[in-house]
């Protein structure tokens, strides 16, 4: 277990490097460069300068390999850099979004967890009857509606029918818990809806893959109750593959709510991403991307280290 | 015709084609695989799978192996066809040695070896009809072209091994256990080889089928000459169509002669237990003679007993035995023995 | 042949569900013949006379009009040719690309296995919707550069799922047993590996034919998507649509209700085929639950009364 665990953490150092080198081509190779913006905006404030001075002072003028390993030198030193136009580091910027983004995911996935597996064990439980096909209908029509558009329709015309609109201020929930709510749930819930419908129709099937198990048909033969098969026999052995899904959308849920925390208007890790992204402000994409990274890794590694814990078969070699 | 001209040509081309009457000579074959441990993949220690082997194969003969699970007696098998290299030792095939061959030839061999496997089940591709099964051969080594052409070897293969023509468009899931070998078996055979490996050929199969099959592969080698390495661990089946036979345990060959001379006059201690284990259709005979019971399990060949290796399970074993090794020797005319209690 | 009586008999929302993606194909490539009003190069006339005319009151512009009295029903239709584009080329390409990564990596396997696998890991670290943006912003707008975005990331993901069922044929005899015969690498591939996994492939490129149109609004939402100008219904929601929310709500509802649609559809048209090819969800054969066994026990019951009378009958 120790072993595969430092084993597991080993292969995360090769599989990081590459994900630094792969967003930091990407960045390198975007046309436009931040040097351009800020001349751009310093010479309408007024003031004269070099273009040069400014790459050189950035660091910038320097071939792409060079810039990526002094890139590389500052992180192992623990030092994401600095944003080139918000006058701090990116490490603050990080420290104060991620929170965020991590309050709005991890809402989206407690109410997708919430609402898809019991619905799911339903499903099973009631397989081909009316209800589960409406269930599942429901459950696809969550995932086909473009989330950005519902969204707007539901930020806008609540607010022009009954002059209601959630809060724009970010205020965080230990100074307002009901504030921070009023703003966190709408988006919330609107990010767990196309989560919650995969989730239903994978619990659906994995319930329904080990209720053809010899070993429920010998339940049943004992004698045992339908709902304790479901809860002992079906669902147990059904969740292991959707402990994968779910360890899956945690990365996506944390850093993919780009469009929400737009249209909400929440100051986390993606909006953050978006506009420096806008403004080639490299540091702070590539500081951001990488934490991201990284705490994907993390959860993945978490997951599988989890199955020893679920399903006793597994062996780590 | 014109195929059957482009087969010999071939031939011609093949260096694994003599006419020697010794057709695979095995010299001192040791197979050992690395075990190894850590991230650095230390090795540790080595299974001793097939631990100094020797033995000669005639052309037209069939030469038996049999022994326990575990006893590296497929990892033989798969030294013989070159498909692992073996870690010393020397096999030389029709006069080739396999140490030596390439890539090319190494292909090449593959139309002259073949080996047919243990489960009919898994051997064949789900998705290929039977012709297509058959032909696959023909097909990667280019010997046939034109549809028709090959339709008809396919048919000429199918009679051959005892199915009727009309089967070649049906798919392997139609078919039972002992029809599927059939089919592997032509499959083998489409080729021309001159030396098939049959690796547990009748294992998974029902008696009857098993009789089937073994009348089958000994007509095949009368009309067609072939040569046959036959692995199992069922003595009386290995006995029944093998001219000699090794009796294999722990990675060595603790005796080697005659089908005949071995059930008639089993030596090693080994080969009686194995002989005595086997039942016999007379029930008076049954019960009249002699059993030796091996107690215990094969020993893990990643630590084999010191001196002889069957020492741990011998009823006979003494001290000389659990220190000193037992050589190899050949006590009368062709029948060779490792044992200390046989002189 | 047996695949398509499947899907209409047992699977009939999925085939309803196909006919209605057929009708978005055919739309998509009829489009030029379909639309009331045709592009003028790249864009649709505008007609000023006619501005944000509501749907279903005019004659002329069915679905009304915009605020450059742009015909909504043309526009659609334009649309729909480019989300058509977009879903074929992506799962081809995001297919292909899986395909030939995983099946390589399976077969070949060692250290290529090994460092390929460290690259898929590290794509599969990065958040998608942020690689696409980076990707995006590197190549600009536009069609064919979407369409890279959009496939190679789910294309490099899909490949572990490939890897592993290439793999299991890979260990199987028969691949074995091709080595035997002196099949080389390429053989086993293009004829044994190939072929077995091609069920698999055909589920998951089904299954992600929806994701493609979904992504793209959303790209679309975030300044990234085609060419300013291309039709596209995600560029219009997030364009007119957002401003004209109060004005002229059609030009955001219409398009979105488009794109659930042509999302809708696509999924249950994945999943019937899932339900088809996956034999292990094939229903009729297990399934166990409480009713079924008792109407077995019932059966039986009625059986055994039936035999107990014939045996009361001969006595």
């Given at each position: 277990m120790l072993k595969y665990t430092v084993k597991r953490i080993l292969l995360l150092i090769p599989t990081l490097f590459l994900v630094c080198l792969i967003v930091f081509m990407l960045l390198r190779f975007i046309p436009g460069d931040a040097v351009d913006a800020i001349v751009t905006r310093m010479t309408q404030a007024g003031q004269t300068v070099d273009a040069d001075a400014v790459r050189a002072k950035l660091g910038m003028d320097k071939p792409a390999i060079q810039q990526f390993f002094i890139w590389m030198g500052q992180i192992l030193r623990g030092d994401l850099g600095d944003s080139f136009f918000q006058y701090r580091s990116v490490q603050s910027i990080v420290n104060k979004q991620i929170p965020v983004s991590l309050e709005l995911g991890i809402i989206s996935l407690v109410l997708s967890n919430v609402i898809s597996i019991p619905l799911g064990l339903y499903c099973a439980a009631h397989q081909d009857s009316i209800s589960d096909y409406v269930i599942r209908v429901i459950a696809v029509i969550f995932m086909s509606v473009p989330m950005f558009w519902i969204a707007t329709l539901v930020l806008f015309y609540p607010a022009h029918w009954w002059g209601y609109a959630p809060p724009v201020k970010f205020v965080s929930f230990f100074e307002n818990p009901i504030k921070n709510m009023q703003m966190f749930l709408v988006p919330g819930i609107l990010g767990a809806l196309a989560q919650a419908g995969m989730q239903l129709r994978l619990v659906r099937t994995q319930v329904l893959d080990t209720l053809r198990q010899d070993y429920v048909r010998t339940a049943y033969a004992k004698g045992v109750k339908q709902k304790r098969v479901l809860h002992h026999h079906a669902f147990r052995n059904a969740m292991i593959p959707v402990i994968t899904i779910i360890g899956g959308s945690v990365g996506a849920l944390v850093g993919g709510n780009v469009i929400l925390e737009n249209i909400f208007n929440i100051p986390g890790i993606g909006s953050q991403i978006v506009t420096a992204l806008g403004q080639r402000d490299y540091p702070v994409v590539e500081g951001c991307v990488l934490v991201m990274s990284v705490f994907v890794m993390i959860v993945n590694l978490i997951v599988d280290l989890c199955y020893k814990w679920i399903d006793p078969r597994v062996k780590f070699d | 015709m014109g195929d059957e001209v482009r087969l010999e040509e071939n031939e011609a081309r093949n260096p694994f084609f003599s006419n020697m009457d010794t057709i695979m000579n095995v010299e001192h074959l040791k197979m050992y695989f690395p075990v190894t441990k850590g991230l650095m993949k230390r090795e540790v220690a080595s299974v001793k799978a097939v631990d100094d082997v020797s033995f000669q194969i005639k052309r037209g003969q069939t030469l038996g192996i049999v022994g326990e699970s575990g006893s590296g007696k497929s990892t033989i098998g798969n030294c013989l066809i070159h498909r692992i290299q073996p870690t010393s030792g020397k096999i030389v095939f029709e006069g080739t040695d396999l140490n030596d061959i390439n890539n090319k030839t190494k292909r090449l061999m593959r139309r002259t070896v073949q080996m047919i496997t243990q489960d009919p089940f898994a051997s064949l591709d789900p998705r290929f009809t039977i012709e297509d099964c058959i032909s696959e051969g023909l097909k990667i080594h280019h010997l046939i072209s034109g549809k028709k052409e090959i339709h008809e070897k396919v048919c000429e293969m199918l009679e051959m091994v005892g199915l009727n023509p009309e089967v070649a468009s049906r798919y392997p899931h139609e078919f039972s256990g002992g029809q599927r070998q059939r089919i592997s078996i032509a499959r083998s055979l489409a080729l021309q080889p001159s030396f098939i490996v049959c690796d547990e050929?009748?294992?998974?199969?029902d008696v009857s089928i098993q009789a089937q099959i073994v009348m089958l592969m000994m007509k095949l080698q009368r009309e067609l000459g072939l040569t046959y390495v036959f692995i199992g661990h069922d003595l009386s089946v290995v006995r029944y169509i093998s001219h000699n036979v090794a009796v294999l345990y722990l990675g060595k060959i603790m005796e080697f002669t005659s089908s005949d001379e071995l059930y008639s006059h089993p030596l090693h201690p080994y080969t009686k237990a194995l002989i005595s284990a086997a039942p016999i259709p007379n029930p008076t005979v049954d019960r009249a003679r002699e059993r030796i019971l091996l107690k215990g399990e094969i020993p893990s060949p990643i630590n084999p007993p010191k001196g002889c290796n069957f020492c741990t399970r011998c009823p006979y074993a003494d001290e000389r035995c659990r220190q000193e090794e037992p050589p190899y020797k050949?006590?009368?005319?062709?029948h060779w023995v490792a044992c200390h209690k046989v002189s | 042949m047996k695949f398509w009586k499947d899907l209409f008999k047992k699977k009939t929302l999925g085939g309803i569900c196909l006919i209605i993606l057929l009708f978005f194909v055919f739309v998509a490539i009829f489009a030029d013949v379909l639309a009331p009003t045709k592009l003028v190069g790249h864009m649709l006339p505008m007609d000023v006379r006619n501005r944000l005319v509501a749907p279903f009151t005019s004659a002329a512009h069915p679905l009304g009009t915009d605020q450059l009295g742009m015909d909504l029903l043309s526009y659609m239709i334009y649309g729909a040719r480019t989300s058509v584009i977009l879903c074929v080329c992506c799962t081809v390409l995001s297919t292909l690309v899986s395909l030939v990564i995983g099946v390589l990596s399976a077969v070949i396997g060692g250290w290529f296995d090994l460092i390929v696998q460290r690259i898929v890991d590290a794509f599969g670290c990065i958040p998608q919707m942020l690689l696409l943006l980076l990707m995006m912003s590197l190549m600009g707008n536009g069609i064919p550069q979407m369409i890279i975005a959009l496939s190679v990331p789910s294309g490099i993901g899909g490949s572990r799922m490939v890897r592993s069922a290439a793999i299991s044929v890979k260990d199987s005899g028969y691949c074995d047993n091709s080595d035997l015969l002196g099949g080389s690498v390429l053989w086993k591939c293009v004829k044994h590996v190939v072929p077995n996994i091609m069920p698999l492939i055909i589920i998951s490129a089904a299954g992600s034919l929806g994701g493609v149109v979904l992504m793209e609004a959303s790209m679309n939402f975030l300044g990234y998507g085609v060419a300013p100008g291309t039709p596209s219904w995600g560029a219009l929601i997030t364009g007119e649509g957002r401003d004209m929310?109060?004005?002229?709500p059609w030009l955001c509802i219409i398009p979105g209700i488009a794109i659930a649609l042509l999302t809708f559809t696509s999924s249950m048209f994945g999943d019937a085929v899932r339900d088809i090819l996956d034999p292990r969800l094939r229903g009729g054969v297990g399934s166990y639950n409480s009713k079924k066994l008792d109407k077995v026990v019932k059966m039986l019951k009625e059986k055994e009364d039936e035999f107990e009378e014939d045996m009361g009958d001969i006595a």
């Open positions: - | 050929i009748v294992s998974a199969l050949e006590v009368a005319a062709g | 929310l109060f004005t002229a």
